[in-house]
């Protein structure tokens, strides 16, 4: 298990300021500026001689330049040549060849010119060639006869082409010629045989030419080997014989150097090329070649070996590497040495290139054209495109070298400038332009651009702006406080700012302001911090056996405002997932282990911003069952131990581990598993600090700083694991500030007036130094408090006098004696709960006789996390009481509807809410009376009471006298007139009088008017309902003498007009009969 460094273009929190900071301000294309070549061919133009020729030259100005060439520095009239036309809107040359013509025939050296109103630009001097491949002479080669040991060179000699060709040695059947370290190619394109052996015979050899443009191959007749042996017969078993040679009745000599030849031989480089240096040395045996530079070492990152360690190639040479260089060629039989002098020149490189001038009216400044070279190069001025020394005079203009300094600039002075630095080895030229403007500044950016970085990377805000006189450039933080420049913040020439560690605070709205004396501008920029993409968990080296199932975990912590992918490498290309492998989102399993399936695989997580990896080893071992050979019967056991632990290369931060593999028992070693252990923080306990495969025994361990280590080792096979090696002796790194805080910071109340603050510490190689401290911060959360702080040595510090259950931010920051660690995450941690008032606006709802619902609102002060709600609730009819039922409800929860067990009985319910310390207060409400609740509770209790019976039977003998009474009344009555009784006459529409009386009918069967029917069917009579006696006159005649009622239409009037008269009437036995019923 192993993790992985991202590579540099993962953060990609960088691109949008990839334009050089110390780059020239451009001026935009809408003011008006001299040309500016932007795009030309290389110096070396070689082009292929069956397309058309292309010489690119394009510039960019205000006014667009107008472009002309030179050929051999004599004016190119284009007109003149139907061949060659110029593109629009650039100044490329294209020179058709579709109609005829000889490429040749335009070889020379080209420049182009760039012209507007304001001046001139140039480019390179552009040398065009046309490639050439010409074919191998014709030649008849005998048979290269040789004596077997004897060193041989079969010269190739390809012929010359532009540009050089790529040479490769085969067979004249095309089989390549396998090359090692007796037989191999050199640079220029020979074989060597460093000695000859019988089995060189068995193939020709044919050295290959392969041109570049023309994507030819030409092939030189082949050589055959003819080898003079003393024993005739190829005996492939003797191959390898240890002493091949001998065996073959091959002298042996002492090493002599084939190429070069002689002791000492010298080399000239240019700086910025790669130095090749090669020996190439025959013998019998084959010698090994080995090289040094005299008076120091060979140079680590730029130095590698090639062809079988017989070249040495050294990139990017610099004065540094020149020097004595030797090779030394070795063998049994002795060795020999040959020195190489290397001398570095340098064609012209730049110092300090002249950049363009932008210069308000009055201002001063100066070009700067600073090169070096070996030979020293000199310098030369020319303005748009000719010689200074030529040019009109300007006393606002003095050269001093390779400066020209501007006093006093004023409009006539805009001009382009070169300048041209050469020595033997080759020449730089550079344009310049001198432009005098008065412009505001303004902003060149698009406006509230959003960056999005990584937490603790570097960044850079980019800001271009424009002005002229150049705007001075400051930024500001959400829009207040000083100006950002020192400390972790930097400001550069063009504008960018840069962050050198971002940090969650970094956060906000930035303002880049530019100001010159005619005004200013500003714009915007909104950075967000994003979380880094961590595995977390990573993938293990494992060893399987074939056909197992084998699982590589891979868990990732990421931000979750950004995309995250997933995918897996095998040895470091991209891994097919077959039938055989599932990809999950955690994890790769693979199923039916075969052999192939064993190498490295890579879990790769990325975001559009970053990347993490981790990479494991899987190890298939193979089917054992059968044993193949006498050791695969033998027992198997589990190994040695490792002995003899040595550190060496002993640096501040990593420390090289060897050791001496113990005997691994019949089973192979699989994987070395280190381990170390510190005496400051748990001495005696081991940690495992890497694993390695089994065929290493020496490894580089990363160590942390401020740990004093000892290691040991653990070797590990099929059957087990071996006892640990005796342990290494110590070495104890130097100390440096935390880079870390500690993990899984909170903050809980233990009691309702604290809060708690707990960590996981640090361990010992996360400490970094003596007196590992923690700095514990702490505010309520959005208010404006100073932060309280305290330093703890422990892993936990209380709060005390707190308000009950109140957010708060806090901060743990590691220090020790060296420094703190960096600015630490805000963990927002509460006070200690209590009780929780009631539930608010408890209502109880009875929809119908068979359900009741119940609703609540959440406590205005819950006090606490709510963790329920609690509802205890009993049934009760009059006096009698049910059982007590209990529901507890999830906090989210706020309605309830209940089953009713019977439609009579009334429900009390008693809703607490409750947090982790327990129910608060209760609120208590009583479901609604059912309808004929009054009636069904007289029946149940006041029915079986004995005053109520007297009472019952006093009415009802009331009753009886009543009706006797009416009857007497009944059997004197007639018809009575109604007009009598009435002021208005009843209409003629009235269908029930005929003869000016009225009868009382029941046809309809309709209650009286005025009445309204009950629940029970029963009629109950208004307080607004006139009462019988209203209805009659005094007591009498108020019944036909068949029983008919007549006072329902006797006129309201009359009651009125007689009410005083008939107010004893309202309370008459008659009425209360008719109110009973």
Same mark, same amino acid.
């Given at each position: 298990m192993a993790r992985q460094q991202p590579p540099p273009w993962v953060h990609t929190a960088f691109l949008f300021c990839l334009l050089s900071l110390s780059g020239a301000i451009e001026i935009p294309m809408d003011l008006s500026q001299p040309p500016t070549i932007t795009k030309q061919s290389v110096k070396e133009h070689i082009v292929d001689p069956r397309d058309n020729i292309l010489i690119e030259c394009e510039a960019k100005g205000n006014p667009a330049p107008s472009f002309h060439w030179t050929r051999n520095s004599r004016f190119f009239n284009i007109a003149k040549d139907p061949r060659v036309s110029m593109r629009r809107r650039s100044g490329t040359l294209v020179i058709d060849f579709r109609s005829g013509g000889r490429p040749e025939e335009y070889?020379?050296?080209?420049?182009?010119?760039?012209?507007?109103?304001?001046?001139?630009?140039?480019?390179?001097?552009?040398?065009?060639?046309?490639?050439?491949?010409?074919?191998?002479?014709?030649?008849?080669?005998?048979?290269?006869?040789?004596?077997?040991?004897?060193?041989?060179?079969?010269?190739?000699?390809?012929?010359?082409?532009?540009?050089?060709?790529?040479?490769?040695?085969?067979?004249?059947?095309?089989?390549p010629?396998?090359?090692?370290?007796?037989?191999?190619?050199?640079?220029?394109?020979?074989?060597?045989?460093?000695?000859?052996?019988?089995?060189?015979?068995?193939?020709?050899?044919?050295?290959?030419?392969?041109?570049?443009?023309?994507?030819?191959?030409?092939?030189?007749?082949p050589f055959n080997l003819k080898v003079l042996t003393n024993h005739p017969y190829n005996d492939s078993s003797l191959r390898n014989h240890p002493d091949m040679y001998s065996a073959r009745g091959v002298a042996e000599r002492t090493p002599s150097f084939m190429y070069p030849q002689g002791t000492a031989s010298s080399q000239m480089v240019l700086r910025g090329m790669d130095l090749l240096l090669e020996c190439i040395a025959s013998g019998v045996p084959t010698p090994d070649i080995a090289w040094y530079k005299k008076g120091g070492d060979l140079p680590s990152d730029k130095a590698k070996f090639e062809n079988f360690n017989k070249a040495l190639r050294i990139t990017n040479v610099s004065e540094e590497d020149s020097g004595e260089y030797f090779c030394l060629a070795s063998n049994k039989m002795g060795s020999?040495?040959?020195?190489?002098?290397?001398?570095?020149?340098?064609?012209?490189?730049? +110092?300090?290139?002249? /950049? @363009?001038?932008?210069?308000?009216?009055?201002?001063? *400044?100066?070009?700067?054209?600073?090169? &070096? $070279?070996?030979?020293?190069?000199?310098?030369?001025?020319?303005?748009?495109?000719?010689?200074?020394?030529?040019?009109?005079?300007?006393?606002?203009?003095?050269?001093?070298?390779?400066?020209?300094?501007?006093?006093?600039?004023?409009?006539?002075?805009?001009?382009?400038?070169q300048c041209n630095t050469s020595n033997e080895h080759g020449y730089l030229l550079a344009n310049a332009f001198v432009?005098?403007?008065?412009?505001?500044?303004?902003?060149?950016?698009?406006?509230?651009?959003?960056?999005?970085?990584?937490?603790?990377?570097?960044?850079?805000?980019?800001?271009?702006?424009?002005?002229?006189?150049?705007?001075? +450039?400051?930024?500001? /933080? @959400?829009?207040?406080?000083?100006?950002?420049?020192? *400390?972790?913040?930097?400001?550069?020439? &063009? $504008?960018?700012?840069?962050?050198?560690?971002?940090?969650?605070?970094?956060?906000?709205?930035?303002?880049?302001?530019?100001?010159?004396?005619?005004?200013?501008?500003?714009?915007?920029?909104r950075l967000e911090v994003k979380d880094p993409t961590r595995i977390y968990r990573m993938p293990e080296d494992q060893v399987a056996k074939r056909g197992t199932t084998v699982q590589l975990e891979c868990r990732v912590k990421h931000d979750p405002s950004l995309k995250l992918t997933v995918y897996w490498l095998k040895d470091d290309e991209p891994l097919y997932v077959g039938n055989r492998m599932k990809k999950e989102e955690d994890s790769l399993t693979i199923f039916g282990v075969a052999e192939r399936d064993q190498g490295s695989y890579t879990c790769v997580a990325s975001t559009e911003l970053d990347q993490d990896l981790a990479k494991a080893y899987l190890t298939v071992l193979a089917d054992q069952a059968t044993p193949t050979n006498r050791l695969a019967a033998l027992p198997k056991g589990r190994p040695d131990r490792p002995r003899d632990l040595e550190l060496t290369d002993l640096a501040e931060r990593s420390v090289r581990l060897t050791w001496i593999p113990g005997d691994d028992n019949n089973s192979p070693i699989t994987d070395y598993v280190v381990q170390f252990e510190e005496d400051q923080f748990q001495p005696g306990v081991w940690h495992d600090h890497s694993k390695f495969p089994g065929s290493v025994n020496s490894a580089i361990l990363q160590l942390s700083p401020y740990v004093n280590y000892q290691f040991r080792v653990i070797a590990i096979n099929e059957v087990g694991s071996s006892h640990p090696s005796l342990p290494s002796e110590r070495y104890r790194t130097s100390g440096?500030?935390?880079?870390?805080?500690?993990?899984?910071?909170?903050?809980?109340?233990?009691?309702?007036?604290?809060?708690?603050?707990?960590?996981?510490?640090?361990?010992?190689?996360?400490?970094?130094?003596?007196?590992?401290?923690?700095?514990?911060?702490?505010?309520?959360?959005?208010?404006?408090?100073?932060?309280?702080?305290?330093?703890?040595?422990?892993s936990r510090y209380v709060v005390g006098q707190t308000p009950v259950y109140v957010p708060y931010e806090i901060r743990v920051q590691a220090e020790n004696d060296f420094g703190k660690g960096p600015e630490p995450d805000t963990v927002i941690g509460y006070s200690g709960e209590d009780l929780p008032s009631a539930p608010r606006r408890f209502r109880v709802r009875q929809p119908n006789l068979e359900t009741i619902n119940l609703e609540w609102d959440h406590p205005e002060h819950p006090n606490g996390i709510l963790i329920g709600y609690t509802l205890k609730y009993v049934a009760f009819n009059g006096t009698k009481v049910g059982k007590q039922i209990v529901e507890n409800f999830s906090p989210n929860q706020t309605k309830f509807t209940m089953q009713r067990a019977d439609p009579v009985s009334r429900y009390r319910f008693s809703l607490s809410a409750r947090t982790q310390v327990g129910s608060g207060e209760a609120v208590t409400e009583e479901s609604p009376a059912p309808p004929n609740e009054a009636y069904t509770n007289n029946q149940a209790d006041i029915a079986t009471q004995g005053w109520f019976i007297g009472l019952m039977c006093a009415v009802a003998l009331l009753v009886l006298t009543l009706l006797i009474v009416c009857f007497i009344k009944r059997s004197r009555g007639g018809k009575y007139p109604v007009r009598e009784k009435k002021d208005v006459p009843l209409g003629p529409e009235d269908p029930k009088e005929e003869d000016g009386s009225f009868d009382y009918s029941d046809e309809d069967n309709k209650p009286l008017q005025g009445s309204q029917t009950s629940l029970d069917g029963t009629i109950k009579q208004q307080e607004s309902d006139d009462s019988l006696v209203d209805y009659g006159e005094g007591g009498e005649g108020q019944f036909n003498e068949d029983g008919s009622f007549i006072g329902q239409y006797t006129v309201k009037k009359d009651k009125e007009e007689t009410e005083g008269n008939e107010s004893s009437e309202a309370t008459s036995p008659v009425n209360a009969i008719y109110s009973l019923a």
């Open positions: 070889e020379g050296e080209y420049q182009c010119f760039a012209r507007n109103k304001f001046g001139t630009a140039l480019s390179n001097r552009i040398r065009l060639q046309v490639s050439k491949s010409p074919l191998w002479p014709k030649e008849n080669l005998d048979p290269v006869v040789v004596q077997e040991g004897a060193p041989l060179t079969l010269q190739c000699n390809p012929p010359p082409g532009l540009p050089s060709p790529v040479i490769f040695w085969m067979s004249s059947s095309m089989e010629i396998t090359q090692d370290k007796r037989v191999s190619q050199g640079h220029n394109g020979d074989l060597y045989f460093s000695n000859v052996m019988l089995q060189d015979m068995q193939t020709d050899y044919s050295c290959n030419a392969r041109f570049h443009f023309t994507h030819t191959i030409q092939q030189k007749n020999i040495r040959h020195t190489i002098s290397v001398r570095v020149k340098a064609a012209p490189y730049w +110092l300090d290139e002249p /950049k @363009n001038l932008i210069l308000a009216p009055g201002e001063d *400044g100066r070009l700067v054209c600073r090169a &070096n $070279g070996n030979p020293k190069p000199t310098v030369q001025w020319m303005v748009n495109g000719e010689p200074l020394q030529s040019a009109p005079p300007n006393p606002n203009r003095e050269v001093a070298g390779d400066t020209i300094i501007f006093r006093d600039t004023q409009i006539s002075s805009r001009a382009v400038y432009s005098v403007l008065d412009v505001p500044p303004r902003m060149l950016s698009p406006r509230n651009q959003l960056i999005r970085v990584i937490l603790y990377n570097r960044t850079r805000l980019d800001c271009p702006f424009f002005g002229s006189p150049i705007p001075t +450039l400051r930024w500001f /933080k @959400n829009g207040q406080g000083s100006n950002l420049d020192g *400390g972790n913040y930097h400001v550069y020439e &063009n $504008g960018s700012l840069e962050i050198k560690m971002i940090r969650k605070e970094d956060q906000g709205i930035y303002t880049c302001v530019a100001t010159n004396i005619l005004g200013k501008a500003e714009n915007q920029v440096a500030p935390p880079e870390s805080n500690p993990s899984d910071v909170k903050g809980e109340g233990t009691r309702k007036n604290n809060m708690e603050i707990t960590w996981t510490p640090m361990n010992a190689t996360s400490a970094f130094g003596p007196n590992l401290r923690y700095i514990v911060k702490w505010r309520r959360r959005e208010t404006r408090e100073t932060w309280n702080n305290v330093t703890v040595w422990g």
